[in-house]
């Protein structure tokens, strides 16, 4: 992605600035969701390396193309090792971003990871005229009752559920796995967020599941928020990089919230190495990105660098 992919983000940034100025003018018209200002505990390296790294590089290597990822030559590959095969390249980097779902033989776990998207579907999805709530899909999920959430994230996720809900039960049985992960960027963020709480309804218990989405948006009301947190539960981190703007859009005065998990990266080197990263008590905390200010806000770190400077492209 280059700088001017970003422009429609950076309209929604623009439109949220006006909102936040009109709404402080009429304090009335605003809907307050009170932020937890709980104290943030830094995370060591041990539990990036664990838990945050792999989903990364996974979803990273998506944004090269499907002739690279499927053979598994990709320069990002390279960083997961050769133990991977990867059972299915999907999406059309159009309406719906390109996705995998692979077998990593070294844990022996199935991963589903989404890429972000391009600029032409980012324009009709991020659009504002488009920030409409709609109700949660009745013939997916379990629970319906006061959720609302984006009708453009529903709808991208509709496209390739019923698929990824029949690929990954078959791969759990074909590789003997109990184990998956859930990864995704940006707008893959959005529909793997939607993927795990499918999955987490529709497959049984003792698998183990885990779920690290990148740059994630906020996706619906609060009651999508604590239906994310009940379904998914403590296996879900929403990795946030220091002043993304993307994470606190569609604004809270729109009624979007996000769920809890939040792992914030407040520093970076200059080798793209994250110096500080801190776990975020609560749904949005006022220490996280959630306490950004809109007025300073760095499109750029959108795309990372995350970690041990993973930035998502197909670069190295
Ligand atoms: C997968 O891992 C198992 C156990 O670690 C190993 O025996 C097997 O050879 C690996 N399979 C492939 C295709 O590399
Ligand atoms: C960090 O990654 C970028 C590509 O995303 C690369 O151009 C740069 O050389 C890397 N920096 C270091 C210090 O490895």
């Not at 002043?243 to 919230?257: A, E, I, N, Q, T």
């Not at 998990?261 to 996280?288: M, R, S, Y």
Request: glycine share 6%.
């Amino acid at each position: 992605m280059s700088f001017r992919d970003y422009t429609p983000i950076l309209k929604l940034v623009f439109v949220s600035i006006f909102l936040a100025r009109f709404t402080a003018a009429f304090p009335l018209v605003h809907h307050s969701h009170p932020l937890s200002t709980d104290p943030t505990t830094e995370v060591n390296s041990d539990f990036v390396s664990a838990n945050l790294l792999r989903p990364a590089l996974f979803t990273r290597a998506i944004y090269c193309g499907e002739d690279q990822v499927t053979k598994w030559v990709c320069e990002p590959c390279k960083a997961l090792g050769s133990d991977i095969h990867v059972i299915k390249w999907g999406g059309d980097n159009n309406a719906v971003p390109n996705y995998i779902i692979a077998h990593d033989n070294s844990t022996n776990t199935i991963v589903v990871a989404h890429r972000g998207t391009n600029t032409k579907s980012l324009l009709s999805i991020l659009d504002d005229v488009e920030i409409k709530h709609v109700d949660l899909d009745k013939s997916i999920f379990k629970q319906q009752e006061k959720i609302r959430i984006h009708y453009g994230f529903q709808n991208t996720f509709k496209h390739t559920s019923s698929d990824i809900l029949a690929e990954v039960k078959e791969a759990l049985a074909e590789y003997k796995s109990q184990s998956l992960l859930i990864a995704g960027h940006s707008l893959g963020a959005t529909i793997a967020t939607l993927d795990a709480v499918m999955l987490h309804e529709q497959l049984d218990s003792s698998v183990k599941k885990t779920v690290v989405v990148f740059g994630l948006p906020r996706m619906g009301n609060e009651h999508w928020a604590n239906y994310v947190d009940s379904t998914i539960g403590p296996g879900f981190y929403r990795v946030t990089d220091r002043k993304d703007p993307v994470v606190d859009l569609p604004p809270h005065l729109l009624d979007y919230y996000h769920p809890s998990g939040e792992i914030h990266i407040e520093d970076v080197n200059t080798a793209g190495q994250a110096t500080k990263v801190v776990k975020c008590p609560g749904q949005e905390n006022k220490h996280c990105s959630a306490g950004n200010s809109v007025f300073h806000d760095a499109i750029l770190n959108h795309r990372g660098p995350y970690f041990e400077n993973i930035s998502f492209s197909c670069k190295k």
